[in-house]
Each structure stands twice: as structure tokens, then as C-alpha cells.
């Protein structure tokens, strides 16, 4: 299983369009070699270096999607929540709301972690979990994972 991006490379920058020093809009993101038992696929975005890099203290959570359909193949630059493959539920990230929030480090330089799992499951609505509560109802179900990260420091 694979996760890229046409926007960076594994381990390269994030483009400041897709941060809070540009439109914050999502990155166009697709996948390939889903295991054919998958699903559902669930997508995390998140930050392990919040709020610096050289003493982390959290994990900053930027997107959180569940129940995405196994047979889509990835999502369109700037998606709305109206524009998921059908069935797609999502979670609360670290703004405590449902929307994408790109990379916004206030300082040096973060990675930014785009999780793709594929479970043998379709999860029960979980009314908007964070991400502990959804990895808590992935467990045991997790039969594939593609990690895809991303740098970002701010210009400003």
C-alpha cells in the first residue's frame, strides 16, 4: 500500500499554498495497492513535533477521516467535507473541528504525517472521535499502512 502527493515527495516540503501562510486548503493526496479485503481505509494527518521540534510535548492533529471507500483512489487538492467518497466519516482534530487545518508550526521546522490505514472493518459512527478514540476502534482491525510525511517552517 502507497500514500504520495503530486505537491511533495516523502520527507520533502509542503507547499506554504497548502499551510496557514497560503489558502490552508488540503493537499491533493492518492494511493495505490489497497488490499483487496480492505474495507474501509482511514486517513490521519498529524504533527508528533508540537510545538517544537527540539522539545515536542503533543501530537498535533491536522485532518482525521474514517469509513473512506477502499475502491477510491485518493483526494482532490482542496476537498470539502461534502466532496468525500461516499460514506466517509470524520473526526475532530486539534481545533476541536472537522476541517482539514494544514501545517502551521510556530516554530522550526515540523513533519507532518499523512497516516493511510486499510481495516477489515467498516467502523460503527464514532460522532466525530479524535484520533485516540478512532485508533482505539481500529484496533485489532488494521491489516495495511502507508505513511507519508511532509516538512513545513514557517516563512514569516
Known amino acids: 500500500m502507497k500514500i504520495k502527493s503530486n505537491d511533495f ?15 490552508n486548503i488540503s493537499v491533493p493526496l492518492s494511493w495505490e495497492n489497497i488490499p483487496s479485503v480492505a474495507k474501509s481505509l482511514v486517513l490521519i494527518v498529524d504533527d508528533p513535533d508540537a510545538p517544537d521540534p527540539k522539545a ?8 482525521i477521516l474514517y469509513n473512506i471507500d477502499p475502491k477510491s483512489t485518493g483526494l482532490k487538492e482542496n476537498i470539502g ?10 473526526g475532530t482534530n486539534s481545533w476541536k473541528n472537522q476541517n ?14 499523512h497516516k493511510l490505514y486499510a ?7 464514532l ?16 491489516i495495511d499502512e502507508a505513511v507519508l510525511i511532509g516538512t513545513y517552517q514557517k516563512k514569516k
Not at 467535507?81 to 470524520?90: F, R, S
Not at 482539514?100 to 504525517?113: A, D, L, S
Open 9 to 23: 515527495e516523502d520527507g520533502s516540503e509542503i507547499s506554504q499554498k497548502y499551510t496557514c501562510e497560503g489558502e
Open 56 to 63: 515536542p510535548k503533543m501530537v498535533w492533529d491536522h485532518w
Open 81 to 90: 467535507l461534502d466532496e468525500l467518497p461516499e460514506g466517509t466519516l470524520y
Open 100 to 113: 482539514y487545518g494544514g501545517p502551521c508550526p510556530p516554530i522550526g521546522r515540523h513533519r507532518y504525517f
Open 119 to 125: 481495516l477489515n472493518v467498516v467502523l460503527p459512527d
Open 127 to 142: 460522532h466525530n472521535p479524535t484520533s485516540d478514540k478512532l485508533r482505539q476502534a481500529m484496533t485489532g482491525h488494521v
